[in-house]
């Protein structure tokens, strides 16, 4: 019964656990403080500024650094 409990919840607790984007948070960039790895989109929903160049983690073209987030304070 335990077992069976465990492989329920097991998945869902990972699932809300992932970021929304599916992209670990990675910093990026040349900058102090550095940007993050992010998507075009992501990045300007957030109010960053995109660059695709810098973000060496992922060879991706989808996946760039993304820079003056402004913070939620």
């Known amino acids: 019964m335990k077992t069976a409990l465990f492989l329920i919840l097991a998945p869902l607790a990972l699932a809300t656990a992932l970021p929304k984007e599916n992209i670990p948070y990675r910093p990026c ?3 102090i403080p550095p940007g993050v790895c992010s998507t075009k989109s992501n990045c300007y929903s957030k109010g ?3 660059v ?3 973000c060496p983690y ?3 073209l ?3 650094c993304c820079y003056d987030i402004p ?3």
């Open 29 to 31: 960039g040349r900058s």
């Open 48 to 50: 960053g500024f995109y």
């Open 52 to 54: 695709q160049r810098d």
């Open 58 to 60: 992922y060879d991706s």
């Open 62 to 64: 989808d996946i760039g």
């Open 71 to 73: 913070s939620k304070e």
